[in-house]
């Protein structure tokens, strides 16, 4: 069964920092990785998706990264800005199931 | 192209009382998925279904709950005789035709409050 962790739970920088969020799953045999932000009280929003046999794509100041064989990837964002503000989400398509398995989340907080 | 639509956006009801949800996938999307999302945690999937076939139910409860997705109109969540334990975020995920497996879109969800 597929397992993903998302740490740390909350993150709070300052303004104009880069930073990192992480997401591990535990089966390697995937066949994407999609990441998503979610603001209070609404849905979520696709930014960015990784084919298995990709290692990363980028959108503007944001960077995800995929090791199918360590079992992470990373959300890197650049300069970071207060409408940044959210929780963002992973979710990991494994092939052997018809679904994506989400982590709980890191919630992000950008002070200006 | 409208997004994933989600109706109603808010929902209460007295326990016992019966909550329809319904989602309506973009426009050529085929596949729809429920998930659910209680205070303070993140996204449980429940089914995964296509036009007139439910895929997966896995995570459905065996209780009260069920699914639709007809050959005309959207997809439905059932749950019946409503519980407080049923106060959550329920989403709805679609995506387009996929080998292996797809990208999803989600709508901004129907908040069930059971009193």
């Known amino acids: 069964k597929q397992e993903v962790t998302q740490i740390p739970a909350a993150l709070s920088v300052p303004e104009g920092e880069n930073l990192v969020l992480n997401c591990s799953f535990t089966?390697?045999?995937?066949?994407?990785l999609q990441w998503f932000r979610q603001d209070p009280g609404k849905g979520l929003t696709s930014l960015l998706l990784i084919q298995s046999s990709q290692r990363e794509q980028t959108s503007g100041r944001l960077n995800a990264s995929l090791d199918k064989s360590s079992g992470r990837s990373t959300l890197y964002i650049a300069a970071s800005q207060p409408g940044d503000s959210a929780t963002y989400l992973c979710a990991v398509w494994a092939t052997n199931a018809g679904k994506s398995t989400f982590g709980d989340g890191t919630t992000l907080t950008v002070k200006p | 192209n409208a997004g994933v639509m989600q109706n109603p956006r808010h929902l209460v009801r007295r326990r016992g009382q019966e909550a329809r949800l319904r989602c309506s996938p973009m426009?050529?999307?085929?596949?729809v998925y429920w998930y659910r999302q209680l205070p303070e945690e993140g996204l449980k999937f429940m089914v995964y279904l296509q036009k007139e076939n439910i895929i997966d139910e896995s995570g459905m409860p065996k209780e009260r709950f069920s699914a639709e997705f007809p050959k005309e109109g959207p997809s439905i969540l059932r749950i019946q005789q409503v519980v407080r334990g049923d106060s959550a975020a329920y989403f709805c995920?679609?995506?387009?035709?996929?080998?292996?497996?797809?990208?999803?879109?989600f709508g901004e969800g129907s908040r069930l409050t059971v009193l």
């Open positions: 089966d390697s045999a995937i066949y994407n």
């Open positions: 426009k050529g999307h085929s596949h």
């Open positions: 995920a679609s995506s387009p035709p996929f080998k292996g497996a797809g990208e999803l879109f």
